[in-house]
């Protein structure tokens, strides 16, 4: 492990050590209130300026001297097929995106000081902030696709709490699930890429991953690649995925700055940039980003016409330009997406930051939409609706997965519970245990066979007493009705179970379950 390895770990590793101070402080109640403002701020401040201070000199460092762009610290997995590793890259793409990022997080939260000045929820904000910005940085500067994956995670959960940040209120806890819950499509097929990755190369070093895409890349290649894009597009906010990002802007003002105007929708652009040389590979996937990134355009674009407050105009406004950044990434306009990035950033960072002093400001009324747009009923309607993308995921995705978990559930209670035996049921054993009796008494299964000695007899008597059970209970109570009853009581069950089956939903909760039994 070199010193400059160890330098760039401190890049990512100074906010997260930040995140835990202000935790702990908190947790043990020496920075609580408004006494204990002024060193969460100080704390969360100093790792913000050291850290793209140190990247800016790291990086300097390495192009002055013409050294390796990969930086090794050391394997945290390394078994027989496959190791991971905490490693860097520190290339022209990681390092103008990472300093960028860094210094825009520094002015967010030198900005945040004053605006969340005595909010109740102060030390939580910077404590987030904080772990936002390790996992950013984190994501620019790993090496491998497993170590941008936590890094990716991290960001993602520091944007769900800041969403929810004022959690008392519902909308702010549905809007914040309502995010998290789309990212995690973009997760799931982001650990589907690594779990490829990891099966067949055995690596998700990004270095191993581009010299094994070659142009006649194959399936493997292909869904790697796959996975990759659609957890950036669907960060990125691209259509159809577009609707959970104005339910983001539920959380203050600069957090939708730094998460959403800039450096989180932006992380998804940087991740496809990271991947260019498999894009490169996989035609169809620059067909697919092509035809997003056009989609995402149009509906940005018509939506921000018919928008009356400034934090969703711009966040449409955002919408069109990674649109446009996605087109130049599919064209293969890798360093025109690059430079666009950097100015937009920089740019909607500035409207976004700027935006309440501008509400207080303006007197002047929110311009009606055009009037080419107004005289389009329909399109009006749409744009207004932003296109009802939310009624058609409840429709196509949510409706039908909770109907199924209702569904699953049923069969649960009325098939699995009384098979199984679970209390409340009508179970086997006592259906079988059911004999007329005495009002007010309890059924017995007194045993008549004596008592064992010895591991033989305590054997012995165990099968004695099943068989006698199974003579007084089915043989030989009421001439055979114990067997009758057990005879009935099971063609009930499977008539019922075949009258389930031949219902297409519960058909296909036996489908899932077994396919998930297989898989």
């Not at 030390?123 to 902030?129: T, V």
């Amino acid at each position: 492990m070199s010193k400059l390895a160890f330098m760039i770990a401190l890049v990512p590793l100074l906010p997260l050590l930040a995140a835990a101070w202000i935790a702990l402080g908190y947790m043990l109640g020496w920075n609580r209130g408004e006494a204990g403002e002024r060193e969460t701020h100080w704390v969360a401040l100093s790792a913000a300026t050291v850290a793209p201070i140190l990247l800016t000199a790291t990086g300097l460092y390495t192009w002055l001297s013409g050294g390796s762009t990969s930086y090794w610290l050391g394997a945290w997995l390394d078994l027989t097929h496959f190791t991971a590793a905490i490693s860097f890259r520190l290339d022209a793409l990681s390092l103008t995106v990472g300093v960028l990022f860094s210094v825009i997080l520094l002015l967010v939260t030198r900005f945040s000081v004053n605006y969340l000045h005595r909010e109740a929820g102060f030390q939580r904000y910077f404590m987030i902030l904080s772990l936002f910005h390790s996992g950013v940085l984190l994501v620019v500067l790993a090496g491998e696709a497993l170590l941008a994956f936590i890094g990716w995670e991290l960001a993602g959960i520091s944007s769900y709490l800041l969403i929810a940040y004022a959690w008392q209120r519902d909308i702010a806890t549905y809007n914040a699930t309502r995010a998290f819950v789309t990212n995690r499509i973009g997760d799931a097929a982001f650990i589907l890429a690594l779990f490829t990755a990891l099966s067949f190369l055995g690596t998700t070093d990004w270095q191993g991953l581009f010299a094994a895409a070659q142009p006649e890349s194959d399936l493997m290649m292909s869904l790697i690649g796959f996975g990759i894009t659609l957890a950036a597009v669907i960060k990125s906010a691209q259509f159809p995925f577009s609707a959970w990002i104005t339910r983001a802007l539920e959380g203050p003002t600069p957090s939708s700055a730094v998460f959403y105007g800039s450096v989180l929708s932006h992380a998804g652009i940087y991740l496809l940039l990271r991947i260019s040389p498999l894009l490169e590979q996989a035609t169809l996937l620059s067909y697919l980003l092509f035809t997003m990134g056009l989609a995402t355009v149009v509906y940005g674009w018509l939506t921000a016409q018919a928008q009356t407050d400034i934090k969703t105009s711009l966040i449409h406004a955002t919408l069109v330009q990674t649109g446009l950044m996605l087109i130049e990434i599919a064209l293969g306009l890798y360093t025109l997406a690059t430079i666009h990035l950097v100015l937009h950033t920089l740019w909607r960072t500035y409207q976004f930051l700027h935006a309440p002093s501008f509400m207080q400001q303006t007197t002047k009324a929110v311009e009606p939409p055009p009037l080419w747009l107004r005289n389009k009923t329909w399109l009006n309607a749409a744009a207004l609706q932003r296109f009802w993308l939310d009624p058609i995921a409840d429709s196509l995705l949510v409706r039908p997965t909770r109907k199924l978990a209702q569904e699953a559930q049923l069969f649960d209670e009325r098939i699995i519970e009384p098979l199984t035996g679970q209390p409340g049921s009508s179970n086997l054993l006592a259906i079988l245990s059911r004999r007329p009796t005495i009002a007010g008494s309890m059924p017995s299964l007194e045993s008549q066979v004596g008592t064992g000695v010895g591991v033989l007899g305590v054997l012995m008597q165990w099968a004695a007493e099943a068989l006698e059970w199974f003579e007084n209970r089915l043989v030989l109570q009421g001439s055979g009705n114990g067997l009758s009853r057990l005879t009935r009581f099971l063609g009930a069950q499977a008539e019922l179970l075949d009258n389930y089956l031949r219902q297409p939903r519960y058909l296909l909760v036996l489908i899932a379950a077994t396919l998930v039994v297989i898989l």
